[in-house]
């Protein structure tokens, strides 16, 4: 026969989550031991230790079991977990105490068919799963907070004796005390001889997810009949079209708007809930002051030095130990904590000044990461280099109206059109860059319909940094400065172009980088004479593909002869010869069909060539000959290429 002993187990249903879970089931008392100070409550049953503080009592009933001789001894049966408030560091002891709560069952069935009927629609779609597995294992809320600020619950405790000699309490919903009177007048259980004693408002405060959850009621929700935002919406549409936020909070907040909206207004809060990644550190950590690597957007934004860095990691929640510490630990790197040495290693000289709209890109472009944004900072200078990008381009082009002042009118003229009026004055450049400007301006479009912001802002920075500047300014310098015009293009025509490609630029970057493209955009209306009073790009419209058009011929052309500039540029890389060095080219025709129109191309823009290239000259010929002369680079031309 086998014995098994078990040791006795306390249940403490009051100081306990899990004990008053097990209390609840097996019906036993929940005896209070703690006021809310922390101290041992009078009561019969222990009144030698009323008035002791926590700890006290603690040790006072080991000193009594063992003046009675039942203290057997300690034993280290091995870890506990103990809830340690991480804002203090006190040990937390649950008590139990009066809450309010709002059940969420049938709020949480609406929120749900609303998302699974289409009303609202999240993207990415994926978080579907996550809304339907939040709300479909919901528990009632507890909405009460002990704290000192928020919006106070709006109820009232209202003591009466309902004969003399005997007094009870009352609990209504008002928005001050003489409402909560009248309402418990019309209470049916209320006696009419009660005499009311005392009327007090609850002192905890709602939820802070509550008083969020509210904000669409109060934003666009107008009640009638003195109900104000909680009164049926007079509309069937939702209050508005599309929220924006993060993951992290799909539960604690939009599911939160969408169960009070729908209880209160019958109507969804928003169409489309638009949910970006959770920012966390360059590790992939989630940013906590118990960590210390909160990075404060405004650091980037305005810079920081050193110093600044140091002080706000000395005022996180982080030892003396922990800010001295010299490496960062190899296991669990995950939870290690930042310190001084490891700020200095990562910013030596502080942050610099990035500005809001550098920022805003590099998040932006960080949305393509579905689970989590790991922020580094050198991306925010990356975005900050194109910033610059925009400004150097913009300044070019004010140089040469400037420098031309007589052609200033047509350029205020082209800035009031926006696109010029038809293709036949236009050089194939001017044409390339029009339709290119096109595709980027359909991209973006497409970007804004499938919320995939990182692909708009990227076409628009690829447009600017390549097809603008890369592309078009550098093969219009030539004719800029007087030095060739075998290109067909004329001055007057490429200016107009600058300003229109720029203009629409700035109008599609605004929704990603609105600082600099307002001051920009005002600049440049300002440059050719054009008074725009109170208007701002914010008001503009986004540039439509509809005011240029495509021409596939111009872009093949262009496009053929910068495959040739780049070919050129990657060979001198690849033999390591100097940009100062001048050598002569062979472009090779693998495709004997194509021959013709290549060799026009290159006889066309052999000073771009030559140029950008820095060839002293250039000659084609069919694959066969490429065997023949003496000839320093050779670039075979793909069979993909087709003539326009």
């Known amino acids: 026969m086998r014995y098994f002993a078990y040791k006795p187990a306390q ?3 009051a100081h306990d989550p899990k004990d008053y879970e097990c209390g609840k089931r097996h019906g036993l008392p929940s005896v209070s031991i703690f006021d809310p100070t922390g101290r041992v409550i009078e009561k019969d049953a222990f009144k030698q230790y009323a008035g002791m503080s926590r700890w006290d009592v603690r040790a006072r009933i080991v000193d009594d079991l063992k003046a009675s001789g039942h203290y057997l001894g300690r034993e280290n049966s091995g870890g506990t977990i103990i809830s340690v408030c991480s804002r203090s560091g006190d040990i937390i002891e649950p008590i139990v105490k009066p809450q309010w709560y709002v059940r969420c069952g049938p709020l949480a069935r609406t929120a749900s068919e609303m998302v ?3 009303e609202i629609t999240l993207h990415p ?18 909405i009460s907070r002990q704290l000192w600020w928020g919006h106070r619950i709006p109820a009232f405790c209202i003591i009466y004796q309902p004969e003399c000699g005997r007094t009870e309490e009352a609990w209504v919903a008002a928005r001050n005390e003489d409402e909560a009177i009248l309402k418990f007048r019309g209470l049916q259980a209320t006696p009419p001889q009660a005499a009311i004693v005392s009327v007090k408002q609850d002192e905890d405060v709602l939820d802070t997810w509550f008083s969020a959850g509210l904000l669409p009621l109060s934003q666009f929700n107008s009640g009638t009949r ?3 935002s909680l009164a049926p919406s007079k509309t069937k549409k939702p209050l508005t079209d599309l929220l924006e936020t993060g993951q992290d909070i799909l539960f604690f907040w939009v599911a939160r708007m969408v169960m009070l909206c729908s209880h209160f207004s019958k109507i969804p809060p928003f169409r489309k809930v638009l949910l970006h990644p959770m920012v966390k550190d360059a590790q992939g950590r989630k940013m906590s002051k118990s960590l210390g690597n909160v990075i404060d957007p405004l650091h980037i934004i305005e810079g920081a030095t050193l110093p600044t860095l140091h002080g706000v990691l000395k005022s996180s929640f982080l030892s003396e130990s922990e800010l001295k510490r010299q490496v960062l630990p190899i296991l669990d790197s995950s939870q290690s904590t930042w310190s001084l040495a490891e700020t200095r290693r990562q910013f030596p000289n502080g942050i610099p000044k990035f500005g809001a709209d550098s920022l805003r890109m590099a998040l932006l472009a960080y949305t393509q990461q579905t689970v989590q944004i790991n922020l580094d900072v050198n991306n925010v200078k990356s975005a900050n280099y194109f910033c610059n990008k925009l400004w150097n381009t913009f300044k070019f082009i004010k140089d040469r109206i400037e420098a031309n002042p007589a052609l200033t009118p047509l350029c205020a003229d082209a800035l009031e059109r926006g696109a010029p009026t038809s293709a036949e004055t236009l050089a194939v450049f001017d044409r390339y860059v029009l339709c290119r400007l096109a595709q980027t301006i359909e991209a973006c479009e497409e970007a804004m319909r499938q919320s995939t912001l990182y692909k708009g802002i990227d076409a ?3 447009f600017i940094q390549h097809d603008l500047c890369d592309n078009y300014i550098e093969l219009s310098k030539p004719l800029i400065y007087g030095r060739d015009r075998t290109s067909g293009q004329d001055l007057a025509t490429v200016l107009q172009v600058l300003v229109t490609v720029l203009e629409n630029s700035l109008r599609l970057l605004h929704p990603y980088s609105p600082y600099i493209t307002e001051e920009l955009w005002q600049k440049l209306y300002e440059t050719v004479g054009v008074d725009l009073g109170e208007r701002s790009i914010m008001t503009s419209p986004l540039p439509s593909c509809a005011l240029f058009w495509r ?4 872009e093949a052309e262009v ?3 910068l495959d040739i500039i780049g070919a050129l540029r990657s060979l001198r890389q690849k033999h390591g010869l100097p940009v100062s060095q001048p050598l002569p080219v062979v472009v090779v025709v693998e495709a004997s069909e194509h021959f013709a129109w290549v060799k026009s191309l290159v006889e066309r823009y052999t000073y771009h060539i030559k140029y950008l290239g820095k060839a002293t000259s250039v000659e084609v010929v069919e694959e066969e000959d490429k065997t023949g002369g003496q000839r320093l680079l050779t670039m075979p031309i793909s069979s993909v290429i087709k003539a326009g």
């Open 11 to 13: 249940i403490t249903p």
């Open 116 to 118: 699974a009927r289409g």
């Open 125 to 142: 779609k994926s978080q579907e799963q996550e809304w339907f597995r939040w709300l479909d294992n919901i528990q009632d809320w507890c």
């Open 226 to 228: 003195g109900l104000g």
């Open 460 to 462: 628009a920075r690829r």
């Open 551 to 554: 021409d596939t011929a111009a």
């Open 559 to 561: 496009t053929t002869l």
